[in-house]
């Protein structure tokens, strides 16, 4: 898109944002109960992702899928408006007179990092009150929580006890995982749009070129979400562990929230076997239960339905 279209860039961006909650919410409430639940030692566990989808549903009802979604309607609407037209203003910059069909990844890597750094001072706040919200419910483990009535009382009631300091807890790991993640999403997705388009003929008509734009859309977005996650799930581990701690003296440090969770489990984690059966048993979180990869499968199916249909609604002319 040329620059004359950045107001349909941020729009296009903003409808994503919401398109992506409503499908891809409850995915997340998931992935952050098993995140926070069973990287603790003295909580139950979940046993997998679907064991923790019926408990949700079991206790709480569908609705309990959408805990905290008021809170990512806001967050992240207003993030993908940004997250695109940012991308799209910064690679315009970085590119300047020189246009290349061919992926510049001196461009996109930086590109995809600046939009991640930005867009975190964003999320943060958000993501945390989102989480702590979710993390609660009739089954919650975590008893020694403070119980909020939703986001609004949440963000209030942190930052009366916390101060804005309290609401930013997690800032920097959530930096480190959008912009390192962020430069993967954006390499992976450029590059194998690009590849793809170099192997296929091009289709005659509107009917069959929109046709096949959707279906590159679905598989480069797919890969590039799962691209994503891949890389900084374990960041995105220590974010949750670190935002949800009842404890406000708790480390804030990314590194030393992933060993006190990993301990002695990451020596199995980090098993070639161990890693791969968590992408066979696909939606299951592997079978080491307090690690920094746990609920890849759920991350997965989640990364393929956002990120494919946040970048069709986001290209779609």
Not at 14 to 38: C, E, R, S, Y
Not at 192 to 205: F, M, P, T
Not at 292 to 301: A, E, N, R
């Amino acid at each position: 898109m040329v620059s004359g279209d950045a107001a349909k860039e941020y729009a296009a961006g903003f409808a994503a944002g919401i398109a992506m909650v409503i499908t891809g919410h409850p995915f997340d409430t998931v992935k952050v109960k098993l995140q926070a639940h069973n990287t603790k030692t003295q909580v139950k566990e979940y046993r997998n992702a679907l064991h923790c989808t019926r408990r949700i549903i079991s206790t709480e009802g569908v609705k309990g899928l959408y805990r905290g979604a008021s809170s990512s309607f806001i967050g992240i609407a207003l993030e993908s408006s940004l997250f695109f037209g940012i991308y799209s203003q910064t690679k315009q910059l970085l590119q300047g007179e020189s246009r290349s069909s061919k992926p510049q990844l001196q461009v996109i890597i930086p590109s995809g990092a600046c939009v991640g750094t930005i867009i975190s001072l964003i999320l943060c706040p958000v993501e945390l009150v989102k989480c702590r919200v979710q993390v609660q419910g009739k089954d919650s483990a975590l008893s020694s929580y403070h119980r909020y009535n939703g986001p609004l009382d949440c963000a209030l009631k942190t930052f009366k006890n916390e101060g804005i300091k309290g609401m930013f807890r997690g800032g920097l790991t959530t930096t480190l995982r959008e912009s390192i993640g962020n430069a993967i999403f954006f390499t992976t997705y450029e590059s194998s749009r690009y590849y793809i388009h170099s192997k296929l003929n091009h289709a005659e008509g509107q009917a069959s070129k929109i046709l096949q734009d959707v279906g590159i859309g679905i598989i480069t977005g797919g890969l590039s979400g799962m691209a994503f996650w891949a890389t900084v799930l374990p960041l995105d581990v220590a974010k949750t562990v670190i935002q949800t701690s009842p404890d406000a003296k708790s480390s804030r440090n990314p590194m030393q929230t992933l060993y006190s969770v990993s301990n002695l489990e990451m020596e199995d984690l980090l098993r070639y076997h161990t890693f791969f059966m968590s992408w066979t048993h696909f939606g299951e979180s592997i079978s080491c239960k307090r690690c920094c990869y746990c609920c890849i499968g759920t991350h997965c199916k989640d990364a393929w339905c956002q990120a494919r249909l946040i970048l069709e609604v986001y290209s779609f002319d």
